[in-house]
């Protein structure tokens, strides 16, 4: 495990996924997600590795340039965005964006999930941090998300002289982890037996 503060891949006191395993292994089948994903991850992984600060500069670009999205991290009282809250969670999505392109897709990982699910919803949001932000991010911008991660990685996809067929393969293999894990993420938000 890394040292990043909040950070908890793999870390066993954490309580397992509700999701089961034959749960995971349909919703995988119902993405399209299979092994060709899984190694064009690997891929997507090496050509990423070194560009995780220009593609976060992006992203929290988009985030802090769009006030309906930017007030999640702001106080909710005052509406001042909060800067060691923007930071903190800076690191862990740099490292998940790596994460993302190595994940072993097992127990843990699923256990991950689900509290990164809980992080965006209000039964966890704010406590890994101690900050006083608005307490809850609404599902539909939960999943609408999904499009921006997915459309402003495909430059950096494309920088390292990878073939257009190569690019390709690793898009799409990032847009179905990245849409797999929002689906798991939004459990939280769903109500008992509706997810
Ligand atoms: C597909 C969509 C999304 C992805 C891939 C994503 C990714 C992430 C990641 C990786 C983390 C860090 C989790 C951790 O290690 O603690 C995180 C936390 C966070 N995200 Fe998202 N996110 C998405 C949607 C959103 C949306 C729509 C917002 C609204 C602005 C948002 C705001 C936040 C906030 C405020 C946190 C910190 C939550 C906390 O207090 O622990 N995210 N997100």
């Known amino acids: 495990m890394t040292s990043i503060p909040g950070y908890r891949l793999n870390d ?8 089961s395993g034959q749960e995971f292994a349909d919703l995988k089948v119902s993405l399209l997600f299979d092994d060709d994903d899984i190694a064009a991850l690997r891929q997507a992984g090496t050509i990423v590795g070194d560009q995780i600060e220009a593609i976060l500069d992006v992203w929290y670009g988009f985030v802090g340039g ?54 965006h919803h209000r039964s966890g949001k704010n406590r890994t941090d101690g900050v006083n ?3 809850h991010i609404p599902m539909r911008h939960l999943l609408a998300l999904v499009i ?38 939004s459990r939280p938000y769903a109500k008992e037996g509706d997810f």
């Open 148 to 185: 921006p991660i997915s459309v402003t990685m495909r430059p950096f996809l494309a920088k390292k002289g990878a073939s257009p067929a190569e690019v390709d393969k690793m898009h799409a293999a990032w847009t179905k982890a990245v849409l797999l894990q929002a689906i798991l993420w």
């Open 66 to 119: 769009t006030p309906h999205l930017l007030r999640y991290f702001s106080d909710a009282r005052t509406g001042e965005p909060i800067g060691l809250y923007l930071a903190a969670v800076r690191k862990r999505f740099g490292q998940w964006i790596l994460d993302t392109c190595r994940a072993e897709f097992d127990g843990a990982w699923l256990a991950w999930q689900e509290e990164i699910g809980r992080r």
């Open 133 to 135: 932000a608005t307490a």
């Open 12 to 19: 066993p006191t954490l309580a397992a996924s509700p999701v």
